[in-house]
């Protein structure tokens, strides 16, 4: 009857309202199979994620949606985000979901007996006192569209409401723990009919008005920890210096070995001109940063001929490293005790090996035994050069 179906369009007004307001903590209260989860999950700005369902069969049988990716590894991003799925019913306080910036509670009410209402009230606005509510529920006056429909539309529904009944039960609510509401809705009525019937889903989004502080309910000095804890995930983020650092080392080798590469692909075409010891020089000076080294033992046992590239070339040929650290000076900090990378004495470059077989049989030898550098003097011109 609808398209998209009512189900995704009421998980599509959540993330459209996430998107406007970019609220950091989050939970889904009776979040069943975790697909607005899922959907929350790519929303940069959000940093704890929860669910919470009394399905606790249900939830670890869908936890997996919610695990990072390959991607989420191999390319973190400076985004922080911790996933977290809880058993238990929203009719019990549970401190570790107080004050979150919103609440989403979607086709979860007429779940619950009519008599647990006020305490889903107390608990949600009351207890949890978020900064917004949402919540869903079906439209029962929109019950007469759907052809054969006798009773409720779901089994497990303990009652469908009218929009009446909704928003003075929604009222109520503000007036008791101090929030403000504004009723919508998803799944539109055929046009002209839109007074008669109203949205298929009724929605209401609350605010709180008062500050929690002002507003406590009942024994809630008390800490509550009703929920178990069924899945927590924390995402790799590049907040994380151990993650940054490894980030950090893979481009640095990366783009180290491609400045290489790419000079003695320079360097080998050169060597087919006349006077390949000139052009090699002017190479070298054109390029300003990577040059030959005759190596120096005490910094590379693997092999006694090497690449040097300066740091700061790094730095400002390769726009993620910068991204990634900020300053020259940052950079060095950060590779500076990675057993990976070798940097010079003043630990200016990185010094990266030099493979014979990368070069073609006719020469390499020569020059790199022609001399063109001994690696201390050649850097320190180098640097003086470059400033
Ligand atoms: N919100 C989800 C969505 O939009 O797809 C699922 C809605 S499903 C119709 C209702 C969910 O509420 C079920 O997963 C059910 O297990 C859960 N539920 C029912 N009573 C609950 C309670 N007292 N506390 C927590 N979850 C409850």
New binding site residues.
């Given amino acids: 009857m609808f398209r998209p179906s009512l ?1 995704l369009q ?2 599509q007004f959540v993330v459209d309202f996430v998107k406007r307001n970019k609220p950091k903590q989050v939970v ?6 975790c ?2 989860l899922q959907k929350l999950k790519f929303h940069s700005e959000i940093e704890l994620l929860v669910g ?4 606790g069969a ?1 939830l670890s049988k869908k936890k997996h949606v919610l695990a990072p990716v390959s991607t989420d590894y191999l390319q973190p991003t400076f985004k922080q985000l911790c996933v977290q799925l809880y058993h ?4 019990q306080r549970d401190v570790r979901l107080r004050g979150f910036d919103l609440v ?5 009410i007429e ?2 007996p009519l008599d ?1 209402l006020d305490q889903f009230s107390e608990v949600v606005f009351g207890y949890m006192a978020p900064q917004t509510v949402i919540i ?1 529920t079906p439209n029962s006056e929109f019950n007469l569209l759907f052809p054969g429909l006798s009773g409720f539309r ?1 089994g ?1 529904h303990k009652f469908e409401w009218t929009r009446v009944e909704f928003q003075s039960w929604a009222l109520k609510a503000c007036s008791e723990y101090g929030f403000k509401v504004e009723f919508t809705g998803v799944g539109e009525p055929p046009p002209g009919q839109e007074e008669r019937f109203g949205f298929c889903t009724q929605i209401g989004v609350f605010h709180r008005l008062l500050d929690r502080d002002r507003h406590k309910s009942g024994d809630d000095v008390d800490n509550h920890f009703s929920y178990t804890l069924l899945y927590s995930i924390k995402y790799p983020s590049l907040r994380d210096h151990n993650i940054l650092r490894k980030a950090v080392v893979s481009e640095v080798l990366y783009w180290a070995e491609k400045l290489k590469q790419e000079w003695l692909e320079e360097l080998t075409e050169k060597r087919e001109e006349e006077n390949p010891v000139e052009d090699c020089v002017r190479e070298r000076e054109e390029h300003g940063g990577i040059f030959w080294t005759k190596g120096d033992e005490h910094e590379c046992h693997m092999s006694h001929r090497h690449v040097s590239v300066p740091l700061h070339k790094l730095w400002t040929g390769c726009p993620k490293l910068s991204e990634l650290t900020e300053s020259l000076h940052n950079l060095a900090q950060l590779i500076i005790d990675d057993p990976q990378i070798k940097l010079n004495q003043d630990q200016s470059a990185v010094i990266i090996c030099f493979l014979e077989e990368d070069l073609e049989d006719d020469g390499p030898n020569d020059l790199m035994d022609s001399g063109y550098v001994e690696a201390n003097n050649m850097e320190k011109e180098l640097w003086k050069t470059d400033g």
């Fill in positions: 189900h009421r998980h889904d209260l009776g979040c069943g199979e697909s607005l919470v369902d009394l399905n249900k238990g019913s929203v009719t989403t509670s979607i086709e979860l779940h619950l647990d869903s779901h497990d």
